[in-house]
């Protein structure tokens, strides 16, 4: 039981304030965190909750910086596709993996929707790595394409952060609305998605320690704001700099099924 709290608020800390420079991370690390503890469906509905929980707060602290124009462009068809990722989730839960292997005592899976979004990101990771594409913006034609992908793979593996990060860091935005705009999507992808975990949330909510959760949205607000002290003191090149190294590494772990 302790240890339960223990593993799961400190990677909750973790998760939320690295979200601060890179815009994703709490739910990318607390779905296999839950994982261990809980059947994969119900992990990342819990992990949507103190998500949503953790980005409420944050808008408290941030949200007068978010862009309207991007979170309209981008959130509202990341709204509806994240409605379609969360059905399928129900679908898919239980297809078997394509490949499977051990090390020492623990097995990873490596999933087709896995791989897929390990490509995207990996792709998307070289714009801010290599000098040549650093340069270069994405359209705003394709940001409603952005908020398709992001809010789709949002629902369908409790991973939106790291695709919605690969497009709004590209936007032109500052580095304060960059993550005040992101995190605004992030609750709007949330609500969509919670609409349609709330059938597993009740399903399983004998199994439920709720002071866990809760203590697990707590920890995330600590992160939260131990992250919004540190950002203020990074450039923007930096923090573009760092989604980069991010994303690649977060892609090469999706992919090896390892997260």
Known sequence: MLTEYIII???????????????????????????IFFPIELAIALTAIVHFLNNIFKLTLIGKNASRQIIYKFGLPAIVAALLGAYLLTFIAVIEPIYSYTISTKTFFITPIKLTIAVLLS???????????????????????????SGFFGGLSGNQGALRTAFLIRANLTKESFIA????????IDISRLTVYSTDILKHANRIEYSLLISATLSAFIGTIIGNRVLKKITINTLQFAVGIMLFLFSILLGLGII
């Not at 990677?11 to 607390?30: C, H, K, N, R």
């Not at 650093?134 to 940001?143: A, E, R």
């Not at 705009?181 to 709007?188: P, Q, R, S, W």
Request: aromatic content about 14%; some cysteine.
């Open 181 to 188: 705009t992101g995190v605004a999507i992030a609750v709007l």
């Open 123 to 149: 792709l998307f990771a070289l714009f801010d790595l290599i000098p040549q594409l650093t340069k270069l913006n994405f359209n705003q034609k394709y940001i409603p394409l952005g908020g398709l992908l």
């Open 9 to 35: 608020c400190i990677f909750a800390v973790i998760g939320s304030g690295l979200t601060f420079f890179s815009g994703f991370g709490l739910g990318t690390i607390l779905v296999p965190v839950f994982a």
